[in-house]
């Protein structure tokens, strides 16, 4: 879960401003979803709303939201990360 690419190889491979794909795996309780929904919005203008879809396991216990907000830099890609990493719910990051 500590996973988090180095702005070197996010430069490499993606052009900024753009769209950056995050997949947040966590608890389907306590409104895990808004939770990850909120925490993206929260660093974007007031006027974005960053695409995104759920999709739960077999058993109903997780969820997997995957999530892709146009973002302005390989640094806000890992402060993104960073503070997903923060929710509380998160079994897994990617």
């Known amino acids: 879960m500590d996973y988090a690419p180095s702005v070197e190889l996010l430069e490499a ?20 979803v808004g939770r990850v929904v909120s925490t993206v919005r929260c660093g974007l203008p007031e006027d974005l709303e960053p695409a995104f879809s759920t999709r739960r396991t077999a058993n109903g216990r997780h969820v997997c939201v995957t999530i892709e907000p146009e973002l302005p830099t390989a640094e806000a890609v890992i402060e993104l990360y960073a503070r997903l ?9 990617f």
Do not use: A, E
């Open 13 to 32: 491979t993606h052009v900024f401003p753009g769209p950056y794909m995050f997949k947040v795996v966590g608890h389907t309780s306590d409104n895990f």
């Open 85 to 93: 990493r923060d929710v509380d719910g998160v079994v897994m990051l």
